[in-house]
């Protein structure tokens, strides 16, 4: 026979040259060992151990495999990769299947700068309830990138982890048990520990059967170039769960399209500070409301809401200090509808058309705090273009001016009302409705002693916001603004100027005066 010796040559001995110009000689062994590839371990969990140990990535071939991943701080830094990147043209051919119905199938407990990536995570096992394709908790500066992740109870559930970078994943299908699931995405802190960060770009998240994305107390998510279709609640939602009190700051939206969500496409609420840029929402079926805005304020929005079941964009809660432009067109409700208590809201740049109901429609009741429609537009709605309240300020505002004029003023107020054409007691008719937004007086000469009294009188009777007074420290001229919703009219109101004196007015019977009137009214 012919004997075979021990002898076979180290691959440290055995030279590799890369292709191309300007390579790096090497040798074999050193090649081979710049990542641990878990065709060389029982197990994904033995080769995983062994990559961190060693400080180098852990790759996963092209194949199908049945086997999790528990990594700890002890992974820290790991790079887990398969093959193909995800596209039409290179799919991914690493594929990991749920060994049952309850293991996450990578799970990582307070592990930080893990990377994921060239992988596709699946399901067919079924879901008991809590099962996670990829589950993170207590973990910073992770990695997802180039993934598919399908039909769990949650996809990708980020447990008080921070600063994620999600780049070209997949997450569909994700399945409904109880509260808390059946999300495509799912981040979330605490009220007094929240999650800081996210970076989502070029991804999708369709047909959960609760939210493609959702966020809860965490700061500052940027998600830019994302899809979030034919989910059955929301396509994004972003929320404090302390309700009322703004826990999350920020939220930066742009060149994203969601559309086709059941309960709404996009809906932030307790947010501040948040900036939407080019985030097209149409959401044709069930409730859907386009863009809900609910206790945001100082923010951002620029938004098209399109065919939407329900408003295209609506504000309620308390939603302050935002500026809002975009689209609204061919929603069943209004283009824009603003609940009860929200105000300070500027629509600069906003066109609502073809709505079926209104196009702008606003319940403000919060006086000297008005929405701000001018610079808007909005034309082909079913009911009407504009239904906003007398606080609020109008599209194309009317303003309108009445004189008064007086002499001879007595000790008492009363004054000669023969001596101008234009006193007395002439009311004016009010052709819109609107506001008394000022009231001025001027003297023809200082007043040296004594008041007399100015203020508008409204369908009989004198309104004390309105009231302004020349005396010693006013002597001669005076006027007063008038927050809008304090000193409201209507269509057919007659308003005339009121005055009085308090009985030791001085000069007496020579002073001249004339009080003007300030109206805002709707004009569009």
Sequence with gaps: ?????????????????????????????????????????ATFQAAADAAAALGKSLFIPAGVYTQTLVLTATHDNLRIYGEGAGTPSDPILTVLHAPNTSTAIISATICNGLILENIAVLNTAGNNGTHYGIYYSGCSDMQILNCRVEAFNVNIFLDSSSIPKIDNVVSKNAVFASTGTGHGFYMKGTPTTPAIGAWIRNSYFNSNEKDGLRFEDVESPTITACEALLNAEYGLIHKSTNTGINTSTGAAISNSFFDTNTVGSVYLQDV?????????????????????????????????????????????????????????????????????????????????????????????????????????????????????????????????????????????????????????????????????????????????AGTLSFSAKVNGSSDADTTIQNNVTFPQYRYLEIARGLAPVAAGDRIVATYGGDGSLAPNGTLDGIVTIFLELQGS
């Design 1 to 41: 026979g012919i004997g075979v010796t021990a002898n076979a040559m180290d691959s440290s001995s055995v030279g590799y040259i890369p292709a191309g110009t300007g390579n790096v000689p090497t040798n074999v062994q050193t090649k081979l060992r710049e990542s641990v590839s878990t065709s060389d371990f």
């Design 272 to 448: 501040f500070l948040a900036m939407l840029s080019n985030v097209w929402t149409s959401a044709a079926s069930g409730s859907g409301v386009g863009l809900t805005l609910n206790n945001v304020r100082q923010s951002s929005i620029n938004v098209t809401a399109n065919a939407c079941a329900s408003h295209g964009v609506l504000l309620t809660g308390t939603c302050y200090d935002n500026a809002i432009s975009g689209i609204a067109k061919g929603n069943t409700g209004s283009g824009v509808y603003i609940d009860t208590g929200s105000r300070f809201n500027t629509f600069a740049g906003f066109s609502s058309t073809g709505n079926t109901t209104y196009g702008f429609f606003s319940n403000n009741t919060t006086a000297a705090s008005p929405n701000d429609f001018r610079g808007t537009i909005s034309t082909g709605n079913g009911t009407a273009s504009y239904l906003i309240t007398s606080i609020d300020i109008p599209a194309k505002p009317l303003n309108v001016t009445f004189s008064y004029g007086y002499a001879n003023f007595a000790a008492s107020g009363a004054a000669d009302m023969t001596a101008n054409a234009t006193a007395g007691t002439t009311e004016y008719v009010v052709p819109a409705k609107g506001n008394i937004i000022g009231i001025s007086s001027a003297l023809s000469a200082v007043v040296t």
